[in-house]
Each structure stands twice: as structure tokens, then as C-alpha cells.
């Protein structure tokens, strides 16, 4: 385990989000992606919840700060605010619940709307586990992810099948288009910026996007 | 009336929300009196003998505090006129104030009635309909209110709560009806329903047997209905918003039967978490996370910057303990324990709470460093985590010294400052949600500024009133001829109208005037003493 001081030593801080339907498992995903192991019990997110861990990507360390939404629509109002300036964001919905597959289209243009223009954004099919209660296949969604041009991977938050690849994916893409220089991370100061050279500096709050709880 | 009044504002500066009195310098009254000096050692006898009597009311030792009582109200009657007068004007007595006369008076009067004990206090709620001499629903809250610092309610929490809710509310209760037959709807017709996340929440509440989560959709749908039968045809009315499932689960944890529960949850929703869920943009809750920022950097500034420079917004800690009243991440106990003080202390009291709890549980960013210890890099340090980690570990031993926190907090400064500029966290509170009400004003449809002033003016209205019950009680306690228990024995006393200990007005020749009537006199009906006793404390 690294020690705290080590574990701030990362390349680039991308600012993520995890949005769709109440219920899809997306606090799961989230606390199986930090933490490696599925969260029994767990009760809804009200409002907004928070988790970060290092990555390493393409030879980089990358920092992801993770935004984990209510799913219930009437608190868009209040998690709306935090998708100011993410560069990933990840749609989940439950295999085995149609209604929260149909809602992919709203979540999606939200994310687009009040994210980032270039937001790198995949569709994660949660709880793959239950094949036999299987209400969405996995090809229609796959199809539908490639004509609205973003990511698709199915995942189980209890088995952890496919959950650190759901990340990795979509760091690996925006690390690539800062690379190929469609992002400046210096400039694009909200959704991710450089770390290493603001470890130990007081000032790594300026740099923020997430200090959006304005009403 | 007149002085009286001006009594009521002597310990505090003339607000313009005390309108209707008489300005009043108290010094200057009691100089012009020119009391005869009593003998310095008659003071410090009468000073000792009080310093007694609030070390044994403090400690909630019934018969001890009697015992110094009697022995006090003796002396005091072998006091003649003018050493007396002395006496009242305090300044032979060090230390002693009216703000800690008042908290001693009315700590007494608490532990007159709750003898240190739940099963005592409760003892005089099944008298309930037919009050008695000091026994009011207001003094039996004010009575709860003291004792709720000093021991958990244990096998009377299900009574305190209903208490607290019952006598808060304009509702009879005999029309809160939790059907048994309210349809149950089982997890694989959620998608179907209208209220499915309900049902999802239902399911996913912890610390439920099978039974009792029929209870709580049962509460949930009751209050539903109730809510939109109030409501013109073709509203549906209000829904069900994530978070409420724990508000309603709360009372049913405690083991309040359905009815009870109900009746807490409404009260709860209304009153405690006032308009959060009301709207759709969450503007109260917004508000309030605004009132919480700025407490935090009033009383927490290593936080504050800590936290903005870990660009981590204050509303993350704030979700749980505004919506859902610390249910999500406290362990049960200690929920039920928090409530129990939330429930008596109004809104203020989340907000106590929550300072204290950050105060404990992120000593790190709270307290400076050592000399030579290095600050944490605030950029990656789990702010959120650790609060809600630490949470979920707090005992119940912990949670009772949270909660002495939390009332030194509510009882430092302020407690006596209820409608003067007094700088303790009620009055803090008051005036930063003035100002989130005002901050917004200018963006607002004239419709919408006239509903937040309403929300103000109903908030100082009850701030007012419960600062003018307060006031009539004290006042009738030391007025009162025929009161043994007053301290001055005022029976014997040639001030015993519009006079109190420790209060050196009026003492030139107005003639005797009637004691105060209570402003409303409690009614035998179940349904009055409510009206009588205003809401429950909101401020």
C-alpha cells in the first residue's frame, strides 16, 4: 500500500462522473472500483458522493476523482451542478430493467449538455451477472452506443467483471486526445489537469471545477 | 404591562423586533433607586447558597437541590426590605448575571418535574389533557429539553417522540390512520409503479425486519395520500423524493407504532427538513447548505480552506445530515440518540450537530499541526471518506459526548438571546438564512419573494414566541404569591409584582399589578395544548 505522500504522486487529474437511472448500481460500481469488492446493503446516494483513486494508463499516473450521482430525477437540480467540467463520464443502467436502458438517451444528452462538449463518455450495462433476467442483449446496446459515438462495456459491481476496464477505457481515450493534442490539459483546466507539478502546493484549488455549488 | 416588558428586554439590546416596549436601562433604574447596602456578608451567604443550588441542579440531583431550596427560601425570608433590594441588583454577587439567574430558573423548574429520570418525566405525560399547576406542555418540553443532555430516553424514546410530534402539530391524531390494508406492492412490480424508487429504497433500508418494512411503505403511502387528498383533483401532490424512506424508517427503528411514526415522519418532513424536498430545484436545502458553509468557516476556518483547496464543496457533507437527519451514515444507536435532541432543540440542532461531528471526526484539517508536523496534502485527502467511515464507527458512548458538544454550543451564548443581536448559533443561524433568503431576492418572481418572506417571517415568528413563553414562565414563577418554590418567597416580599430576582427595575412606586396570565391557557382537549404551546422550536 502506498503511503499518502506517494499515493499524490500522479501526471494528470481527470474529473469523472457516474450518471443514469436510480437503482442501475452505480454507488456499486464505484465502491468496487475503489475499494475491490462489492458493497453489500448499500442504501441509494442522496445527492452526491464522492471517491478518487490512481490509475496507471500509457505509462502515466492519472489521478480520477469520481462524482457519483443520485439517480432519482428529482434531484438533477442539485447533481446537476457537478457535472460542470467532467472529462468522463459513465452512463449506467441495469441489464435487467429495460425503462433504465431507454433512459440512456436523456442521460446522454445531459452529459453532453452540461458536461464538456468533448466529454469522453461510455455506456456501462451494469449487473451482468443476471443472465437469466436479462432484459436488454447485449448487441442492440452495443449498436446503439456506436451510432450515438461513445463507449460500451457490460460490467458486474458484484463480481467486478469489467469494472476497472470501464475506467481505464475511458482515461486511455482522453489521455489519447490530450496526446494528440485535442486536449490541453493546462488549459482545459475543469474536466483534468496536470498533477505532478502542484504536489505540495497550496494553490491546487483554483485549479478545481468542482467547486460548483452554486444555486 | 409596561415593565414588564421592559423586564422581558433588560437582558438584551432593543430590537426592532421587540417592538411595543419600553426602553429601559436597568442600571440607571436600579442606581436611581440608591439601595441601602446590605452587608457584604449577607451577599456572599445569599451568593453561596446559589452557586449550591446550580451545582446540584446541574448535576441533576433532585432532593440535594431541594434540600439547598428550602434552605435558601428561609434565608431569604429573614432578609428585610432593603437587603433584599440589594440583593436583586446583583452587583454585591460576582458572576452572577440575569442571562445564568434565568438558566438556573429554568433548570430547576425541569428537574422539579423530571427529578433526573425518564419514568418520572413521563409520569406526568399520562396526565396529559388535564395539566397541573407547573406542568404544562411547554414546561414538560422544557423539562424534556434538559433532561434529554443528561441520559438517553431508553424505554421512553417511542413517548418523547410523540410527544415532541404531537404537541407540535395542529392535527388531532386521532386522524392519522395507517391502513393495514394499504396494498402491498411487491419488488418485481416496481417498474410498473409510479413510486418505484420508493419501493427500491424500501427495499434497501437497513436495519429492517421483513414486518417492518411493510410498516414503513405502509407510513409512506398513508402520508402520500393524506398529502394529496389536501390537494385540488388532478394534482397529484407531492412525491416521494429519495432519502424520505429514512425519515419515515427513523421513528419505526425507534419503535413507534405505524400511526406514531407517521406522525413523526410529517413532523419531521415540516419542521426539521423545512421545504427541502418541497421543490424541485432543492432552493431550501441550498439555502441551508449555504448557512452550513458559513458556519464552517465561522467556527472551523482550518476546515473550510482545507476543504477549498481540496476542492471539496461543503455540500458533501451536508447531504446526509440535511436530508436525511444523519440517518445514512450514523449506526442506529447513535441516529436514534441525535434525534432524540433534534426532536426537542428544533432545526439549530442539525447544524450543532454536524459542526461537532466534523469538529471530531476530521481532527486533522480541524486542529493545527504540531510543530514539525507537515500538513496533509489537502489536494488528495479524502474529506468525504473519512467523515462518512468515522461516522459509521461512532458509539454510543462517543454520540454522548457529541451531544454535551452540542449543547454547550446551543446553550453558550445564545440561549437567552433568543430576539436580541446575541452572537450564538441560533442567532447565527437566524441571520445567515436571512441573508440566503435576501441573496436571492433579487432573482426571484415577485411570487417567489413573497413565499421565502413568509418562510422568514413564520421562522422569526416562532423564534419570537417561543422567547416570549419563556419569558411569561419565568415571569409567573417569581411573581407568583403563592409560589413556596420561588426563591424570594415574593409572598413576603413587598416587590412581589413585576419583580424578580436579579432584575433591578420598577422599584419606585407602581402599585401591585395582577400576575401575567400565560398567553394562551392550556385547554383540556387533546387538540389545544399545541396552540398553547406553539410549534416546536424551529431556530
Known amino acids: ?215 | 404591562m409596561e415593565a414588564t416588558t421592559a423586564l422581558t428586554m433588560c437582558s438584551a439590546p432593543p430590537s426592532p423586533l421587540a417592538s411595543g416596549g419600553v426602553a429601559y436601562s436597568p442600571s440607571a433604574a436600579s442606581r436611581a433607586a440608591g439601595p441601602s447596602v446590605s452587608s457584604e456578608a449577607t451577599a456572599a451567604r445569599y451568593g453561596e447558597m446559589m452557586s449550591a443550588l446550580e451545582a446540584a441542579v446541574t448535576r441533576s440531583e433532585f432532593e440535594q437541590a431541594q434540600a439547598i431550596h428550602s434552605r435558601l427560601a428561609a434565608f431569604v425570608r429573614t432578609l428585610d426590605w432593603s437587603e433584599r433590594t440589594a440583593l436583586e441588583g446583583l452587583w454585591l454577587m460576582p458572576g452572577w448575571n440575569n442571562g445564568r439567574i434565568m438558566r438556573l430558573h429554568s433548570r430547576w423548574q425541569a428537574l422539579k418535574i423530571h427529578r433526573g429520570c425518564w419514568s418520572e418525566w413521563c409520569s406526568h405525560l399520562q396526565s396529559e389533557g388535564a395539566w397541573q399547576g407547573a406542568v404544562t406542555p411547554f414546561s414538560l418540553r422544557e423539562s424534556a429539553r434538559d433532561l434529554v443532555y443528561l441520559a438517553p430516553p431508553g424505554p421512553h424514546r417511542a413517548e418523547l417522540w410523540r410527544f415532541c410530534a404531537g404537541s407540535a402539530q395542529h392535527h388531532d391524531s386521532a386522524q392519522v390512520v395507517v391502513s393495514d390494508s394499504e396494498p402491498q406492492i411487491s419488488p418485481n412490480e416496481a417498474e410498473k409503479d409510479p413510486d418505484s424508487p420508493m419501493v427500491l429504497d424500501i427495499e434497501r433500508t437497513p436495519n429492517l425486519e421483513e414486518e417492518q418494512r411493510g410498516v414503513l411503505q405502509r407510513v409512506l403511502r398513508a402520508h402520500f395520500k393524506r398529502r394529496g387528498a389536501a390537494l385540488p383533483e388532478g394534482n397529484k401532490g407531492e412525491h416521494y423524493v429519495q432519502g424520505m424512506h429514512l425519515l419515515a424508517a427513523c421513528p419505526i427503528w425507534a419503535g413507534l407504532e405505524p400511526a406514531q411514526a407517521l406522525q413523526v415522519f410529517e413532523y419531521v418532513l415540516d419542521g426539521l427538513c423545512a421545504g427541502y424536498y418541497r421543490d424541485v430545484a432543492f432552493r431550501a436545502f441550498k439555502r441551508d447548505v449555504h448557512v452550513v458553509e458559513a458556519l464552517v468557516a465561522d467556527r472551523l476556518p482550518r476546515l473550510a480552506k482545507a476543504l477549498d483547496i481540496g476542492g471539496v464543496p461543503v455540500m458533501l457533507l451536508a447531504f446526509d445530515p440535511l436530508l436525511c437527519l444523519f440517518a445514512l451514515y450514523l449506526p442506529r444507536a447513535v441516529v436514534l440518540r441525535v434525534w432524540d435532541v433534534l426532536l426537542l432543540e428544533g432545526a439549530v440542532a442539525i447544524f450543532a450537530v454536524l459542526l461537532v461531528l466534523l469538529e471530531l471526526l476530521l481532527p486533522e484539517a480541524v486542529h493545527p499541526r504540531g510543530a514539525g508536523e507537515p500538513e496533509p496534502c489537502w489536494t488528495s485527502f479524502p474529506f468525504v471518506e473519512r467523515f462518512h467511515e468515522r461516522s459509521a464507527a461512532l458509539t454510543p458512548h462517543q454520540a454522548e459526548a457529541v451531544i454535551k458538544m452540542v449543547r454547550s454550543m446551543l446553550e453558550g451564548q445564545d440561549r437567552d438571546q433568543v430576539q436580541g443581536a446575541g452572537t450564538g448559533l441560533r442567532q447565527r443561524v437566524l441571520d445567515l438564512r436571512r441573508e440566503a433568503v435576501a441573496a436571492e431576492a433579487g432573482q426571484l418572481s415577485p411570487a417567489r419573494q413573497r413565499a421565502d418572506s413568509a418562510w422568514w417571517d413564520q421562522a422569526m415568528e416562532q423564534a419570537m414566541q417561543q422567547a416570549a413563553e419563556a419569558m411569561d414562565q419565568v415571569r409567573l414563577w417569581w411573581r407568583s404569591a403563592s409560589d413556596a418554590d420561588s426563591v424570594l418567597s415574593p409572598a413576603q416580599s413587598p416587590f412581589g409584582s413585576g419583580r424578580r430576582a436579579g432584575w433591578p427595575v420598577d422599584l419606585g412606586g407602581r402599585p401591585p399589578q395582577p400576575p401575567a396570565q400565560p398567553r394562551a391557557p392550556p385547554s383540556p382537549a387533546g387538540a389545544s395544548p399545541a396552540a398553547a404551546e406553539g410549534p416546536c422550536p424551529q431556530m
Open chain 1, 1 to 215: 500500500m502506498a503511503s499518502e505522500k506517494e499515493k499524490d504522486q500522479y501526471d494528470y487529474l481527470f474529473k469523472f462522473i457516474i450518471i443514469g437511472d436510480a437503482g442501475a448500481g452505480k454507488s456499486c460500481l464505484l465502491h468496487q472500483f475503489i475499494e475491490n469488492r462489492y458493497k453489500k446493503g448499500s442504501s441509494h446516494t442522496i445527492g452526491v458522493e464522492f471517491g478518487s483513486k490512481i490509475i496507471h494508463v500509457g505509462g502515466r499516473n492519472i489521478k480520477l476523482q469520481i462524482w457519483d450521482t443520485a439517480g432519482q430525477e428529482r434531484y438533477r437540480s442539485v447533481t446537476r451542478s457537478y457535472y460542470r467540467g467532467a472529462a468522463g463520464a459513465l452512463i449506467v443502467y441495469d441489464i435487467t430493467n429495460r425503462d433504465s436502458y431507454n433512459h440512456l438517451v436523456n442521460w446522454l444528452q445531459d452529459a453532453r449538455t452540461l458536461a464538456r462538449a468533448d466529454t469522453s463518455i461510455i455506456t456501462v450495462g451494469n449487473k451482468c451477472d443476471m443472465k437469466d433476467k436479462r432484459a436488454v442483449t447485449f448487441l442492440e446496446a452495443s449498436r446503439c452506443a456506436q451510432e450515438n459515438d461513445i463507449l460500451f462495456l457490460e460490467t458486474s459491481a458484484l463480481t467486478g467483471e469489467g469494472v476497472e476496464d470501464v475506467f481505464i477505457k475511458v482515461a486511455r481515450v482522453i489521455l489519447n486526445k490530450i496526446e494528440d493534442g485535442l486536449i490541453d490539459p493546462n488549459t482545459m483546466v475543469s474536466g483534468t489537469h496536470t498533477g505532478s507539478q502542484r504536489i505540495g502546493s497550496d494553490s491546487g484549488g483554483e485549479a478545481m471545477s468542482s467547486k460548483t455549488c452554486s444555486c
